[in-house]
């Protein structure tokens, strides 16, 4: 059994479209590119694609569905040095070592919850160089997987927070993978991405098109090396007057029954948290089924191991422009501890309209006005070209006005060819040398 839909991509973080491929397929190896000059990025911005295929194929073993979305690769691709990779490679060792003492995230920030579930939040609001990109295990090789370590460390806790249902994307250079997958039983949920999930906290959904829809989730409860234990979870879900409810199950328990139904639409709902038992396996299956005939809309899950403490939310998602981001979106964002602006680079390449990008801008300055968020700009434009600095200019703006931090990496970008890998994404290592200048501008510790 096999559905094919076709779909407009969001935009263009991607410069290769990058797409779901459900849950399966392994990373193949990525190729190295040349450093990001403007010509170089500018063309790959025109070059890129502007149409996904989404696939759904049955699983013939289980009678379920993996949901991929495959993209053409019909992007450039450019290589790299071996001069490249070696200047990288020292920039790693030479970065300087980071301070965990700093006025900027320090324990007092933290001494009560501000999101909009009143917990402790560093919330990440970006496109597909956030999402994960390049970093065929985002949980280890992304820089916000790195962050989340980061914080990890200082704070005592591997909360890893907010997980996208697209756990699976790749691009000409590879495939990365999120800490779950997750399988739909065949017929039984539609799907929502990129401009048809806009105003859903991030920007991916699943509906339910029949009473006992199931869908199941595989999640990485323990990576000892890395200090993370996953011991319960959350489910993000639409709420509102026509929707209807769902039960979480594991290991053949109902660990919780969630009621959609409010009197209002509120596409950022979250379940109350939900503990997992003891005994499941570290590769443990969990299981969300709808219940009755109204539908239920998931929108993604988060995975904890103490609740109340501080948690990296990512709610980036590839191809993601600023202008796109519904308002109820980014005021629900913009209730944390921290905020992480990573977006302007889709909107940049696709030259969104200047007034628009102005007008969020505005709304993310009045949002962490009104939450008391304190908010760090991580400035992915890379390198300087005269389309761009509008966006750059709106987005040093926002810090500048709140107060807050403007982390700018055109310096690095400049000393190391190797480290944006085809124009928009960082290599495996760029990804570090960006965690690294984030951690230092927050005085957090990271590992070498």
């Known amino acids: 059994m096999r559905f094919v839909r076709k779909s407009r991509a969001l935009a263009l973080c991607l410069l290769f479209p990058l797409t779901a491929a459900g849950c399966s397929g392994a990373p193949s190896p990525s190729s190295s590119a040349a450093a990001p000059t ?12 502007m149409t996904t295929t989404a696939v759904t194929s049955a699983v013939t073993t289980s009678g379920k569905a993996s949901t991929t979305q495959a993209s053409p690769a019909s992007a450039r691709k450019t290589t790299t040095s071996r001069h490249a990779a070696s200047a990288t490679k020292a920039a790693l060792a030479t970065t300087g070592k980071q301070s965990t003492d700093s006025g900027f995230l320090n324990a007092a920030l933290f001494n009560k919850g501000r999101d909009a579930y009143g917990g402790k939040s560093i919330n990440v609001l970006g496109d597909s160089i956030s999402h994960g990109a390049n970093a065929p295990n985002i949980p280890d090789h992304s820089y916000v997987g790195l962050l989340k370590k980061a914080v990890a460390k200082k704070f005592g ?30 017929g039984e949920w539609g799907h929502g991405g990129g401009e048809g999930a806009a105003g859903h906290l991030g920007f991916e959904l699943y509906r339910s098109l029949s009473g006992q829809a199931k869908m199941t989730v595989t999640v990485d409860r323990n990576a000892t090396d890395a200090g993370r234990h996953v011991k319960g979870l959350y489910v993000y879900y639409e709420a509102g007057p026509a929707q209807g409810s769902f039960r979480v199950e594991a290991a053949g328990r109902t660990l919780a029954t969630v009621d ?6 509120d596409t950022c709902a979250r379940s109350p948290y939900i503990p997992l038992p003891a005994n499941l396996p570290a590769k443990a299956e969990i299981c969300v089924v709808s219940s009755g005939a109204a539908p239920v809309v998931i929108t993604g899950f988060g995975y904890a191991e103490e609740p109340n403490g501080v948690t990296v939310q990512n709610y980036s998602r590839s191809g993601l422009q600023l202008v796109e981001v ?7 964002v913009c209730r ?46 890379w390198t300087f070209q005269a389309e761009k600095e509008f966006y750059r200019a709106e987005l040093k703006r926002a810090a500048d006005e709140l107060g807050g931090l403007y982390i700018s990496f055109t310096d690095l970008a400049e000393q190391n060819p190797g480290m944006i890998q085809d124009g928009a994404h960082p290599s495996v290592a760029g990804h570090r040398l960006v965690a690294r200048r984030i951690c230092e501008k927050l005085g957090l510790p990271m590992s070498e």
């Open 326 to 332: 519904g308002n109820d979106v980014i005021q629900s």
């Open 38 to 49: 403007a010509s170089a990025v500018s063309s790959a911005w025109s070059s890129a694609q």
């Open 157 to 186: 806790v591997y909360n890893y927070g907010f997980t996208s249902l697209l756990c699976t994307f790749d691009n000409p250079d590879g495939t990365y993978q999120e800490l779950h997958t997750i399988d739909l039983a065949a």
């Open 260 to 265: 959609c139904r409010r009197d209002k639409t």
């Open 336 to 381: 944390a501890n921290v905020v992480v602006l990573a977006l302007g680079f889709n909107d940049a390449g696709m030259q969104a309209d200047h007034a628009a990008f102005r007008n969020k801008i505005n709304r993310i300055i009045r949002s962490c006005e009104a939450s008391g968020a304190k908010l760090a700009v991580v400035d992915t434009l």
